[in-house]
């Protein structure tokens, strides 16, 4: 059963306006999440993160918000550019324990149009 | 990147053989982690450790096995590959439970 989902496979984008990628998910102990970004060939590479007891995190054109009553967080950025065009993977953890072990969703695929 | 790195980053082998995949760092990170990449899938943790000699069990540990004799290098080994291994192998690292994790560049790994 997957606990974080990515339930839209790609987005597109216009360059310049507003990117909003989604993420739901099913664990309630979850309480803290994180947004990576992958380009082919690399590893992913860490976005922003936010922990349960906030419900927006900003950082540049970046922001993440969290509704967890909802178990649903979204990655909004503005203005979108064409370096942006990547995947985009959701992950979530309990954290505080020994280890936070990731849980991945499926990932996005981001689109920028010049 | 990140004072981790990953070899081979290609690699072609057989079904039935032997492979041994391997993550290095740089940062005396006490936490390593791999991960497979499909399509479809996602990320999904094969395994990880916390330290050396410690290691545990992902959500996809069969036909894997992982060794972490110094801080620095965690293997991940394919004792017998098989087609359905096939995948991009992913190592990671981070210094404890509230820090995210470094990625490296991962490991295209395809059995024949």
């Known amino acids: 059963d997957q606990q974080v989902k990515q339930n839209s496979p790609s987005l597109s984008v216009q360059e310049g306006r507003i990117s909003i990628l989604n993420c739901d998910y099913t664990?309630?102990?979850?309480?803290?999440f994180l947004w990576y970004k992958k380009y082919p060939a690399e590893g992913p590479t860490f976005l922003i993160s936010?922990?349960?007891?906030?419900d927006k995190n900003e950082d540049g054109r970046f922001t993440v918000f969290l509704n967890k009553s909802a178990k649903h967080l979204s990655l909004h950025i503005v203005p979108s550019q064409p370096g942006d065009s990547a995947v985009y993977f959701c992950?979530?953890?309990?954290?505080?324990?020994?280890?936070?072990?990731?849980?991945f969703g499926k990932g996005i695929t981001l689109s920028v149009r010049p | 990147d990140a004072g981790i790195t990953q070899s081979p980053r290609h690699k072609v082998t057989e079904t039935g053989t032997p492979v041994t995949l391997r993550c290095h760092q740089t940062?005396?990170?006490?936490?390593m982690y791999w991960y497979r990449q499909d399509p479809g899938h996602g990320l999904r943790l094969i395994h990880y450790?916390?330290?050396?000699?410690?290691?545990d069990k992902g959500e996809v540990s069969d036909g894997y096995s992982v060794s972490r004799s110094k801080t620095e290098d965690f293997l991940l080994t394919l004792e017998s590959a098989t087609s359905s291994q096939t995948s991009v192998y992913f190592c990671?690292?981070?210094?404890?439970?509230?820090?995210?994790?470094?990625f490296g560049n991962g490991t295209r790994l395809t059995v024949t």
């Open positions: 940062e005396n990170h006490r936490y």
């Open positions: 992950a979530a953890a309990v954290a505080g324990g020994a280890n936070s072990k990731l849980t």
């Open positions: 936010i922990s349960s007891i906030k």
């Open positions: 990671a690292m981070h210094a404890g439970a509230d820090s995210p994790l470094h």
């Open positions: 664990n309630s102990m979850f309480d803290y």
């Open positions: 450790s916390y330290g050396v000699k410690d290691t």
